[in-house]
């Protein structure tokens, strides 16, 4: 079974508060939409218009609060209800994970070292509860928010919507492909951390027999190495996490000079007027937020994948 489905099973004890969850990110994502959507009467019918009626000031005002109350409220209650489901658990499995060790049989303790038991208790379980918590409310609420602001575009104009979904190939292949590498190179920076948590576990516990035979030089150099390794393949991770933000805005910055250059053609021939063409550009802007987030939500997941892999090997 994959890993995320294995995790997901940990989550049907607490499904109630995840699908208020759910809907708090469905009434931020639509209030998000509603914002962009008040672009075009704000537009059309108050900045452009001679006379603006003073009725359709008041009923674009109230809704700016409205929307915006709404979004507040969405954004803070599915961030607590997440929170509190993925601490819950990491708490189950962090409490099973114990209870398995601690029932192995003395030949398993033999055959495993502190520092490999600590890891999993410790660095892994840590990088899981950090995902669950955090990375998987955002993956959720920025792919509802995506939605509802694709499909915003598609409502406005869909000739031009597809001008902009054509660069999506663009923007989803480098991710896949640098999120497989995120989580060849966290699955190593794990070993080396176990590993270096081994030596440390190995050399203080026994720091009457490093003294005795004046061993410190030799479990230093030991040391170093391990840190040396641990260094090199956590600077990997950190080459690959960095490259996204930049990769992300190029490809942006290509996508939205399409758009402008096939959208004042449109405005030219009288198919949009400025207040549509504004609310598409405010739409295909705030969707650059949460697209760039999900690029780092899916690197944070695949570094929760090789946490997970480790855990569910021992369990």
């Known amino acids: 079974m994959h890993p995320m489905l294995r995790l997901s099973g940990y989550a049907l004890p ?12 469905m009434v931020y994502a639509a209030a998000s939409g509603g914002l962009v959507y008040l672009f075009k009467p704000i537009f059309d019918d108050l900045l452009l218009a001679v006379v603006p009626e ?27 209800l997440m929170t509190d489901v993925g601490q819950r658990l990491v708490r189950d499995l962090r409490n099973e994970l114990f209870g398995h060790i601690l029932g192995q049989s003395a030949g398993f303790f033999s055959q495993q070292t502190t520092g490999a038991l600590m890891s999993r208790m410790m660095n892994d379980i840590s990088r899981i509860q950090q995902v669950v918590s955090e990375t998987l ?9 995506v939605i509802v602001l694709a499909g915003l575009l598609v409502f406005i104009d869909p000739r031009l919507a597809l001008v902009s979904i054509i660069c999506a190939p663009l923007v989803v292949y480098p991710l896949i492909r640098l999120g497989r590498r995120v989580r060849r190179t966290t699955r190593r920076t794990q070993e080396e951390m176990e590993h270096l948590s081994h030596i440390t576990v190995e050399t203080f516990s026994g ?3 490093v003294k005795a035979f004046s061993a410190e030089r030799f479990e230093h150099d030991r040391f170093i190495r391990a840190s040396d390794r ?18 992300m805005e190029w490809l942006g910055a290509i996508a939205i ?16 007027t400025a207040g549509d063409f504004t609310t598409f550009v405010g739409a295909l802007l705030m969707m650059y937020g949460p ?3 999900l690029s780092r939500v899916n690197a944070n997941i695949q570094q929760a994948i090789a946490a997970s892999e480790r855990v569910f090997e021992m369990l």
């Open 14 to 25: 607490h499904r109630g508060r995840f699908s208020v969850a759910v809907v708090a990110m």
């Open 207 to 209: 720091h009457r027999i």
């Open 230 to 247: 641990l260094y090199r393949i956590t600077m990997k991770v950190t080459s690959t996490l960095s490259v996204l933000p930049p990769l």
């Open 291 to 293: 697209v760039k987030k």
């Open 257 to 272: 000079a399409a758009v402008l250059w096939y959208g004042m053609s449109r405005i030219g021939t009288g198919a949009m």
């Open 137 to 145: 409310g955002d993956l959720l609420r920025e792919s509802i928010t």
């Open 54 to 80: 003073r009725s359709r000031f008041v009923t674009v005002v109230t809704a700016i609060v409205g929307f915006s109350l709404a979004k507040g409220l969405g954004a803070y209650f599915s961030t607590y």
